[in-house]
């Protein structure tokens, strides 16, 4: 008999109410793109529901087979440690069904070409006609404490660099790894380019990106002879849509392999030797599903994931 098969979305989570709409958006998305399976999504963090109740939800339904979606880009902290931690919890409880975990969106060719129709989208509403040899691409990344998720920021601006023609790209992150994107912005300045375009590399709005386009602001109010434009982010371009699709099938084909090459929980990384073999556990119980800013009077969680992410590197999809 074939199991029925259900879809689990699984986001990161945010403080910021728009960040969250537009996560439910994309999980309506999928749902119209996979109509033949049952859809549930959930959040790590502050958000809810939480990734739990997607889950009982999903087997409330009568599933008998849950495939696992991370809805974040790399594979850092999150969807190496986190996000197993609690797939591999609810797959401990519920032995009679048969969980299945993916891997992160990674540096995909569909994702390269949402990002380069974002960039054009900030580049049609230009006021002046200035080339892109002229042009300096500034790709802004979430930032981790893990060397291999922030690598992959410069990978992509070099693709799109080479790939679109722009006369130079540099990279900066919103938080944790550096350099952040005020100082990015300080450097790029100096480099004499008549426009810089800033683009976030992230799937939704929220306080970080917020804050990118608040540096960006002053940088341009600092700076009126260079012209700033801020590209949108990712979002539900449907080219993402077609990544997350993609995820899911590899994931019923059993391709559903995590790049671990420079892993730093699998390999003595540089500077990183200690953290081989940690022990993986789930680090957000704090803030797990304790609702946006607009459901509390304080904003006292500046949460720029600093923290420090131990992981033992094991995938359910290998189980």
């Known amino acids: 008999m074939t199991k029925k098969i259900g879809v689990m979305l699984c986001g990161h989570g945010s403080r910021d109410g728009d960040a969250v709409a537009e996560f439910g958006n994309l999980a309506r998305h999928l749902k119209a793109r996979l109509p033949q399976y049952e859809v549930e999504s959930g959040f790590l963090e502050f958000a809810t529901p939480i990734i739990k109740t997607g889950l009982d939800a999903l087997k409330a339904k009568g599933v008998g087979r849950i495939l696992a979606v991370p809805g974040m880009l790399f594979a850092a902290g999150h969807v190496k440690n986190d996000l197993p931690w609690e797939?591999?919890?609810f797959a401990s409880e519920n032995p009679q069904l048969e969980v299945n975990y993916g891997r992160e969106l990674a540096v995909d060719t569909k994702l390269l070409k949402a990002a380069a129709a974002r960039i054009e989208e900030a580049e049609a509403k230009a006021v002046a006609a200035i080339d892109r040899k002229?042009?300096?691409l500034l790709v802004v990344g979430r930032g981790?404490?893990?060397p291999d998720a922030n690598s992959n920021i410069a990978k992509v601006a070099r693709m799109l660099w080479e790939g679109m023609g722009f006369g130079w790209a540099e990279i900066a992150f919103s938080g944790v790894a550096y350099p952040l994107v005020d100082q990015a912005l300080e450097r790029c300045v100096k480099l004499g380019y008549q426009r810089v375009v800033v683009f976030p590399y992230f799937l939704f709005t929220g306080i970080l990106v917020k804050r990118i386009h608040e540096w960006t602001d002053a940088a341009a109010k600092a700076n009126p002879g260079i012209e700033f434009l801020k590209a949108p982010y990712l979002n539900d371009h449907p080219l993402v849509i077609d990544s997350f699709v993609e995820r899911v099938e590899e994931i019923l084909g059993g391709n559903a392999q995590m790049n671990c090459q420079l892993c730093k929980y699998r390999e003595q990384v540089v500077g990183y030797e200690a953290s081989v073999?940690?022990?993986?556990?789930?680090?957000?119980?704090?803030?797990r599903g304790i609702g946006t800013d607009a459901d509390h009077d304080h904003h006292g969680h500046g949460h720029d994931h600093g923290h420090h992410h131990g992981h033992g590197h094991h995938h359910p999809?290998?189980?």
């Open 144 to 146: 981790t404490n893990d």
């Open 87 to 89: 797939i591999n919890s």
């Open 134 to 136: 002229d042009t300096l």
């Open 277 to 287: 073999g940690a022990v993986q556990a789930g680090h957000h119980h704090h803030v």
């Open 317 to 319: 999809h290998e189980d």
